[in-house]
Nanobody, 129 residues
Framework: QVQLVESGGGLVQAGGSLRLSCAASGRTFSRYVMGWFRQAPGKEREFVAAISWSGGLTYYSDSVKGRFTISRDNAKNTEYLHMNSLKPEDTAVYYC??????????????????????WGQGTQVTVSS
Protein backbone atom coordinates (compact mmCIF):
# COMPACT_ATOMS: atom_id res chain seq x y z
CA GLN A 1 0.00 0.00 0.00
CA VAL A 2 1.21 3.48 -0.86
CA GLN A 3 0.32 6.58 1.12
CA LEU A 4 0.61 10.03 -0.39
CA VAL A 5 0.57 13.19 1.71
CA GLU A 6 0.46 16.62 0.10
CA SER A 7 1.54 19.87 1.70
CA GLY A 8 2.32 23.43 0.70
CA GLY A 9 -1.07 24.73 -0.31
CA GLY A 10 -2.40 28.08 0.84
CA LEU A 11 -3.62 31.52 -0.13
CA VAL A 12 -1.57 33.57 -2.56
CA GLN A 13 -2.15 36.68 -4.65
CA ALA A 14 -2.34 36.50 -8.42
CA GLY A 15 1.12 36.49 -9.90
CA GLY A 16 2.59 34.78 -6.87
CA SER A 17 4.18 31.38 -6.41
CA LEU A 18 3.71 28.27 -4.34
CA ARG A 19 5.48 24.94 -4.09
CA LEU A 20 3.45 21.83 -3.37
CA SER A 21 5.10 18.71 -2.00
CA CYS A 22 3.91 15.12 -1.97
CA ALA A 23 5.59 12.66 0.38
CA ALA A 24 5.14 9.00 -0.52
CA SER A 25 5.52 5.85 1.49
CA GLY A 26 6.72 2.64 -0.10
CA ARG A 27 10.07 1.22 -1.07
CA THR A 28 9.60 1.46 -4.81
CA PHE A 29 8.82 5.16 -5.20
CA SER A 30 11.45 5.43 -7.91
CA ARG A 31 9.34 3.08 -10.06
CA TYR A 32 6.11 5.10 -9.74
CA VAL A 33 4.97 7.50 -12.39
CA MET A 34 3.82 10.49 -10.37
CA GLY A 35 1.29 13.13 -11.22
CA TRP A 36 -0.76 16.10 -10.09
CA PHE A 37 -4.43 16.72 -10.72
CA ARG A 38 -6.69 19.48 -9.48
CA GLN A 39 -10.38 20.02 -8.90
CA ALA A 40 -12.08 23.37 -8.68
CA PRO A 41 -15.53 23.78 -7.08
CA GLY A 42 -18.25 22.55 -9.38
CA LYS A 43 -15.78 21.22 -11.92
CA GLU A 44 -14.37 17.83 -12.81
CA ARG A 45 -10.91 16.80 -11.71
CA GLU A 46 -8.36 17.77 -14.33
CA PHE A 47 -4.82 16.77 -15.17
CA VAL A 48 -2.03 19.18 -14.29
CA ALA A 49 1.30 17.40 -14.79
CA ALA A 50 3.06 14.03 -14.70
CA ILE A 51 6.66 12.90 -14.36
CA SER A 52 8.55 9.74 -15.24
CA TRP A 53 10.51 7.53 -12.85
CA SER A 54 13.78 9.36 -13.35
CA GLY A 55 12.25 12.77 -13.73
CA GLY A 56 13.63 13.06 -17.22
CA LEU A 57 10.25 13.14 -18.95
CA THR A 58 7.35 15.38 -18.02
CA TYR A 59 3.96 16.31 -19.41
CA TYR A 60 1.80 19.32 -18.63
CA SER A 61 -1.69 20.48 -19.38
CA ASP A 62 -1.86 23.43 -21.74
CA SER A 63 -3.33 25.59 -18.99
CA VAL A 64 -0.21 25.36 -16.81
CA LYS A 65 2.57 24.81 -19.34
CA GLY A 66 5.30 27.38 -18.91
CA ARG A 67 4.13 28.36 -15.43
CA PHE A 68 4.26 25.11 -13.44
CA THR A 69 7.16 22.68 -13.04
CA ILE A 70 6.88 19.14 -11.76
CA SER A 71 9.91 17.48 -10.23
CA ARG A 72 10.83 14.62 -7.93
CA ASP A 73 13.52 13.54 -5.50
CA ASN A 74 13.62 9.76 -5.40
CA ALA A 75 16.05 9.78 -2.46
CA LYS A 76 13.40 11.58 -0.42
CA ASN A 77 10.35 9.78 -1.86
CA THR A 78 8.91 13.18 -2.69
CA GLU A 79 7.50 14.93 -5.71
CA TYR A 80 6.96 18.63 -6.12
CA LEU A 81 4.87 21.07 -8.09
CA HIS A 82 6.41 24.50 -8.44
CA MET A 83 3.69 26.96 -9.41
CA ASN A 84 4.59 30.40 -10.72
CA SER A 85 2.54 33.27 -12.16
CA LEU A 86 -0.53 31.94 -10.41
CA LYS A 87 -3.94 33.02 -11.66
CA PRO A 88 -7.34 33.01 -9.91
CA GLU A 89 -8.39 30.19 -12.23
CA ASP A 90 -5.68 28.01 -10.67
CA THR A 91 -7.74 27.94 -7.48
CA ALA A 92 -8.52 24.30 -6.70
CA VAL A 93 -7.76 21.35 -4.50
CA TYR A 94 -4.54 19.81 -5.79
CA TYR A 95 -4.06 16.05 -5.60
CA CYS A 96 -0.89 14.03 -5.79
CA UNK A 97 -1.20 10.69 -7.52
CA UNK A 98 0.92 7.65 -8.26
CA UNK A 99 0.85 4.91 -10.87
CA UNK A 100 2.46 1.85 -9.37
CA UNK A 101 2.12 -0.55 -12.30
CA UNK A 102 5.79 -0.27 -13.20
CA UNK A 103 5.15 1.10 -16.69
CA UNK A 104 6.79 4.08 -18.24
CA UNK A 105 5.20 7.50 -18.50
CA UNK A 106 2.98 7.73 -21.54
CA UNK A 107 1.32 10.73 -23.09
CA UNK A 108 -1.56 8.48 -24.15
CA UNK A 109 -2.65 7.79 -20.56
CA UNK A 110 -1.03 10.14 -18.05
CA UNK A 111 -3.84 12.71 -18.24
CA UNK A 112 -6.56 10.21 -17.26
CA UNK A 113 -7.25 10.08 -13.54
CA UNK A 114 -8.55 6.48 -13.64
CA UNK A 115 -5.12 5.28 -14.79
CA UNK A 116 -3.57 6.05 -11.41
CA UNK A 117 -3.52 3.72 -8.43
CA UNK A 118 -3.04 5.94 -5.39
CA TRP A 119 -4.20 9.41 -4.39
CA GLY A 120 -3.40 11.87 -1.65
CA GLN A 121 -6.02 13.70 0.37
CA GLY A 122 -5.48 16.96 -1.49
CA THR A 123 -4.26 20.41 -0.57
CA GLN A 124 -6.17 23.64 -1.18
CA VAL A 125 -4.64 26.36 -3.33
CA THR A 126 -6.47 29.68 -3.45
CA VAL A 127 -5.34 32.50 -5.70
CA SER A 128 -6.85 35.90 -5.02
CA SER A 129 -7.19 38.56 -7.68
Amino acid sequence: QVQLVESGGGLVQAGGSLRLSCAASGRTFSRYVMGWFRQAPGKEREFVAAISWSGGLTYYSDSVKGRFTISRDNAKNTEYLHMNSLKPEDTAVYYCTADAKGRGLGSNWCDRDYEYDYWGQGTQVTVSS
